[in-house]
């Protein structure tokens, strides 16, 4: 077993408070969730981002942790898509019809 360094354990606590404000949004409206989101999620999403960028230059390239951070920025577009309030409506053309 690894024991965590000084850069996981802030990785760690830096997503976990996104998901402590996911956990207090949970079973509120789309409007507030939305709200609370652009609020809170974006101010700590963007320094997660830049925080992460930082972090990478000091790493190995060949670090596992580099490698996971890498992995990370390149999913980057696709993880801010969470930010959205994203409705059924929106996808409904794209779900093929149900066939008897």
């Not at 998901?19 to 989101?37: D, V």
Request: aromatic share 6%; charged share 25%.
């Amino acid at each position: 077993m690894r024991t965590p360094s000084d850069t996981t354990t802030e990785a760690l606590c830096r997503i976990g408070e996104l998901y402590g404000i996911e956990a207090g949004i949970r079973g509120k409206s789309a409007a507030e969730r939305l709200a609370i989101r652009q609020e809170k999620a974006v101010p700590l999403l963007t320094a997660l981002e830049g925080w992460l960028r930082e972090k990478q230059k000091t790493l190995s390239r060949h670090s596992e942790l580099s490698k996971a951070f890498a992995y990370a920025l390149n999913q980057w577009d696709a993880l801010k898509l969470y930010l959205r309030e994203i409705t059924d409506t929106e996808h409904a053309g794209n779900v093929p019809p149900l066939t008897q």
